[in-house]
């Protein structure tokens, strides 16, 4: 008999973005059911929110540190604890949880500084516990399927990464009163140090290692500040220099007019190259060295059981953001019925952490006029 | 407080595409709560379906009648039942659902044969539940959004209509102990006498229907078997006339290979055009006479509230196939709450059964030669 | 030592777009000098247009009953005329330079009615000059692979054909004062009995035959004049039937906003599947049952000789429509030269009376409500 | 009465892309006639490549020097020379035929080394004859509408500038013996001290100046020799800073699998952006801040002068590479015959040693690890 698991939410009330992201991912594939929530830190809020989502007034929670202590204490208390607070908002939510032994779905980046990414993951290491990082383009069918082609060796020893997260809503000034998301990402004290390179730039990194499998070195990075007022970066782009020799570029900015949510990872090896772009996710382009290119689709020929094993509906019938979205949250699921498989291909903790030191290098090298910076792992 | 409509569903079971779609569309908007089924003829089957999706053995039935009695007997009863059955089911099983006063949710086409379909219209103005037919395409946000550019007088008079829905995935005979779908598509027994006609073709004319808002006069129509041994139509085309002088064309097949599914429509009046396809279809091109092309997107610059009504995630995170069905269920949950809203778009029992007298006239049209066919609406 | 033949143009003069075009196509490849031409009926504008475009004033004719007769008894006379006037002038030009023992490189439709093209066939066959009619979308390099992949049997037994020639500049009535193609094309007596039909639907006709190698058996047409006071169609549609069973559709618009030159066809047999556009002409997909699409490009991988001798430049540096329609003037030089080899694609004759023949056979049928009407070849 | 220029080439001879394509782009628009030239280093190749091309035997030359002073004693001597020699030798022959005052019309890059490219300078400005630098992706209408969008201020103050040149044609390495192309470009003394840098390079870094307006002030460069026994480098790429604070990326590839001649810039800015690729060059992407994007086309609505003016044929009728070229050679022809008008966008000395100071500060550049290095112009 299917079994759903109970789960909470801390963030994500009225007028946020990623929370009702989160619940209709949660929801698509079955797995989960919302029954607890602190999904705002202003209580009147919390409440309205939950009862809007169907949550029990009796498990709507005025902060997170009762949430999470109510609900280890209860026997039918929540197995999971979805965070979708602003970034800095993370680490003591998720340590809370965590310690509470309530497994953890964290929306990215990890944390607001790379040492309390460092910590967290210390705390994790303790909690039997699991922990989920919602690098939800790692969930794509399509990018599993560049993943299998790139690291299979199929298109040889990998030389190129070129990499792009590119949006506009932010190439003028924004109002913070009139957009939410806006608001808090613009603010170093919730969002942390980086802008756009911890907003998107951290999706564009874990991309180029999820599909690549190999590491980056180092990184020659600037960052700007494109509109006025603005404290945090919103355009960063850099240089990169793999372990295996390989160079790359990874370009991250919210000023590009045109430009709505345009996630594109080109990998070029030595016999072929790959070709995805987020905007249109259920295509894939290979091009094998003296062959005509071919395109995969999502559920089409050619692809393989990586990429079905997270297919829903049949080709030609598109699978969207809140497919790939699910797809973490079903792989979720699994880990946290059964413990974290080797071959699960959902972002761990690591990966999470990996990314903050991503930001931290990106910061540095740009404060050193773009100077080659490694990215210690 | 949220609440959730308490709804069955009436095939859908192991191995079934269509029951596994419904399922998801009812749960992305957190509108619906599946509680009975009957989910398969075969008893065993049922249960095991059942179990699989949460049904509580209790409220598994081993047949539509019994679960429409019982169901209906119940103070928490089902306010809905979804309608996910090979076609020739359809009648009988909406018309049990609505004899019962449980509203239907039903897929189409409306039924097997324009009498049946004619019969349960007249069954649905007698019942007070209501009725919905899951012509989920009308539901993606850009579809609505062509509707209202149309409609509103924008292009001009409507001049020409283009659609097409065009699949492969029959070019070949299939093996139908190999695919469930194909197998009872192509037995006119269980599908009706219409094979891609009824199937997808049903689906292009609503959709000329719902954006056009022009009515088709006549149809001039061939259609084939193309691959042996099939015992209804694999190809139908045929030119249109429609009731404003407006002429048109409208392509229904399965043996195309390279399309996976491939419904395009293009509409063209005096002063512009519009052009959509369903396997992008966070896109909308729109050609004003004298002026360079632009593009709309989902969520973008230059759309509507009809379409950002029906929108879940910002521009640039597309939304599919899955969230356009999921359109269709949330207006159907406010369809069984509050009654039908004159502005309500989701498509109705008239649609149904005017799919039925398209396809009634095709098959005519196709055996007179193709001969001008009137649509009696 | 390279030698170019000499050759002379009728029509063409100041203002015409054809004529600029013919001269263009016959430079790229260094086959031919213009040397002579009537490029106006009008004498005054015939010898300012000679002098603009280097034509000796000598050789510059007020009348192609002239040019044709000194040009013959001259020893160092054209051996070749180009044929760019209005539809109804091509049959007595061609005739008179026909007789005149000098070859004629035509302009399509073949003539303004049938009975001009059949007198013209016979003209032809006893003429020891040359007749080639420039349908120069047969001389793109991917037209030419489409053509090989189709009749080699690369996709299987043909079942569908899908082609449109669609165009949106005769949307709004337009006055011909301002615009010299309009002007004549709308002119039953100076473009024939068909508007659109014989412009563009001859190109699409050709194109089927030219690409599928199957010919049309009968058609059911509905030809349509949307803009008032228009004398001839602006847009044309029909079913086709062919010889081995299989079914078309063709579509000839100048009413379609956003539509610029938009000649597509598409091809669909048992096994496979192409698709070409005239406005991407670089292009060519291909579809193979049970396969990933493919993408075939100009001069790349998996193209054949049959390509690679009409190319001129490396793949990724884009051919257009000057360079298609020059591969038919470097054949015609062959022609010219040599005597038609059997193995040469450009058009003949026998094509542009075929095309009349579909003219004559669409007019007939949509007078007869789109009566299937046999094509007599 | 039109007047052909009579011109003379340097290079080129059998085997040569290039030089028949310089042939062919001033045959397009008829200003130029070929007369004399040493095709080839080889005497008896020159002379076999001069027949074939229509040259008299008595103006085939063994060696450039001999054809120089030749021509300019001569009455009818030529006008101009076309240099598509390799890169080493547009230095000693521009120098011979600038000093015979014979105009020269030249290949990029603009020499082999910065030396000769500042001595060639020196000589151009002391000659009376004209020289004209071959950038042919400036001669794309769409360019020139680009180029007008960005520096008429639509777009705003420009903030970010992404170009790239990316071919896959290197990816292995080629055998010398079969490849002429791959052969001089991979040898450091006939082509420079840059691979990809020089060849394709200096293409992007030109039209990124012609496009944008805005001077680059320095470069973070990173050239990598992927393939292995290769002295020059087959991949660059870099980060730009502009003198007005926009920012910048660069990359040329001949090792990116399924690129065949993948030139594409983008141009953003404080309003609005543009966006255009070399494979599809009749398209140009506008996207203003707030609206949705449009889509201008080569001779389509909302495209201007600058655009039209060097439009052969009506929107719809692809132009290609040789079209562009074209452009170049027909300013070529009035800067010849007129001089240089102010206003003339055809490329200039001045430019092409802008390109040379690009590849040495790269080169300089990424020795230093990819120190940030100004271009001093």
């Known amino acids: 008999m299917h079994k759903r698991i109970k789960y909470g939410m801390v963030g994500g009330g009225q007028g946020a973005f990623i929370g009702a992201v989160h619940r209709m991912a949660a929801r698509i594939d079955d797995q989960f059911e919302l029954v607890a929530g602190a999904l705002s830190s202003n209580a009147e809020r919390a409440a309205a929110s939950a009862a809007e989502v169907g949550i029990d007034p009796s498990r709507s929670y005025a902060s997170f540190e009762d949430m999470a202590k109510a609900e280890a204490a209860r026997q039918d208390g929540i197995k999971a604890v ?102 808090w990402r613009a603010d170093p004290k919730r969002s942390g140090l980086g802008g756009a390179i911890a907003d998107i730039g951290t999706h564009a990194f874990q991309l180029t290692n999820f599909i690549s499998g190999v590491a980056v070195r180092e990184i020659a990075a600037d960052l700007t500040r494109f509109v006025d007022g603005r404290l945090v970066d919103d355009d960063a782009h850099m240089l990169l220099r793999f372990e295996n020799g390989a160079k790359g570029y990874l370009w991250a900015s919210q000023v590009a007019p045109g430009n709505e949510n345009n996630l594109r990872i080109r990998i070029y090896g030595e016999k072929g190259g790959i070709d995805w772009s987020q905007e249109n996710p259920n295509q894939l382009w290979v091009s094998m060295l003296g062959e005509p290119k071919h395109l995969l689709t999502r559920g089409g020929h050619g692809t393989s059981e990586v990429a079905a094993n997270v297919t829903r509906v049949p080709a030609g019938h598109p699978e969207g953001y809140l497919e790939g979205f699910a797809t973490i949250y079903n792989e979720a699921a699994d880990i946290i019925r059964n413990g974290r498989n080797p071959d699960c291909l959902s972002p761990t903790i690591d990966e999470g952490i990996l990314g903050m030191r991503f930001i931290d290098a990106a910061i540095r090298s740009s404060n050193a006029d773009a100077k080659w910076t490694p990215i210690d792992a």
């Open 82 to 183: 979805s965070v979708v607070t602003p970034n800095y908002m993370h680490f003591p939510v998720a340590k809370a949880f965590l310690q509470a032994g309530i497994s953890v779905i964290c929306d990215k980046p990890l944390t607001a500084t790379l040492n309390d990414a460092l910590a967290l993951g210390e705390i994790a290491k303790l909690s039997k516990a699991e922990f989920i990082l919602t690098h939800n383009y790692s969930g794509y069918p399509m990018v599993r399927q560049a993943r299998e082609i790139v690291q299979s060796g199929q298109i040889g020893k990998v030389r190129r990464v070129q990499v792009e997260y590119v949006q506009d809503w932010l190439s003028a000034a924004v109002d913070a009163a009139e957009n939410k998301q806006a608001d």
